[in-house]
């Protein structure tokens, strides 16, 4: 006779998490570019979040005795012609980088989405307005805009947002255009035309989830964009101010003039800037292969 202890124990279901894990090791393993992409991004996020518990020095106390004084155990990368600790910049600079890089290309992507899907929704004499307002947007290299606006504006965080952000607007437009023009004759867009939706909810509620996967991958390429473009613009004194630690900042005071002395002015900002810019880029490409449908195999 069989027991209840004799009857074979069925395996439990696997739980959501477990799927999670499952897929993540997948892409990790089909993209490992892009995790290391991903990982590099979550070390930057790690720091701006926590940069208090990670550095002992305040970024922006100066001290003479330890101007120039070269990478040790205490300040192990050096301090700058101010005696301020470079690691303890480094890390408070993770935050403006992140900051307005996040910012830029959020608002960028976010005005663009606005006018590439009331372009390509609506048509007519609005969608060719817009479009030459993009020609014109985008004939200038992003770069010389961003300049331009920050010059308008003057040197401060938000003001270097709002000028980074502008130049971005007509790629983002360009993208989710495309896509409406493409999704506006779907069936299920007819469909919900059928039962009375308006176009406001038509276009808001139907067509611009379908274009949110190509949204992504560009507004990660915008992040390292952003954050290359704030740089520069620091570099050149029209972008964060002091006393913010900004990694193009740190360069443009140290570059010229201590270059030989002290070169570990410009290594450390240039190659903190460069693996920001390399992982998101990283990053971006991954999310590309796994989100655009045309690229799987």
Known sequence: MTTLEDTPTIAAAAT???????????????HPLGAAGAAVMAIFVFAAVFAP???????????SALSLARPSAGHIFGCDFMGRDIYSRIIYGARISLAVGLGSAGLGCAAGVALGLTSGYLGGWIDLIIQRLVDVMQALPVLILALIMAAALGPAIGNTIVAISIPL???????????TLALREMPYVEAARAVGM?????AVRHVLPN??????????????????????LSFLGLGVPEPHPSWGRMLSESA??????APWLVIFPGVAISLAVFGTNLLGDALRDILDPRLRH
Do not use: K, M
């Not at 010229?256 to 002395?261: G, L, Q, S």
């Open 16 to 30: 959501p998490a477990d799927s999670i894990w499952r897929h993540l090791r997948y892409h990790i393993a089909r």
């Open 53 to 63: 518990f990670l550095t002992r020095f305040d970024p922006v106390t100066t001290n």
């Open 169 to 179: 607007i007509p790629y983002s437009a360009r993208v989710i255009r495309s896509n």
């Open 198 to 202: 308006s176009e406001l909810r038509i």
């Open 211 to 232: 274009t949110l996967a190509p949204l992504i991958v560009l507004a990660t390429a915008q992040l390292g964009s952003a954050i290359l473009t704030e740089s520069s």
């Open 256 to 261: 010229a003039e201590y270059v030989r002395t």
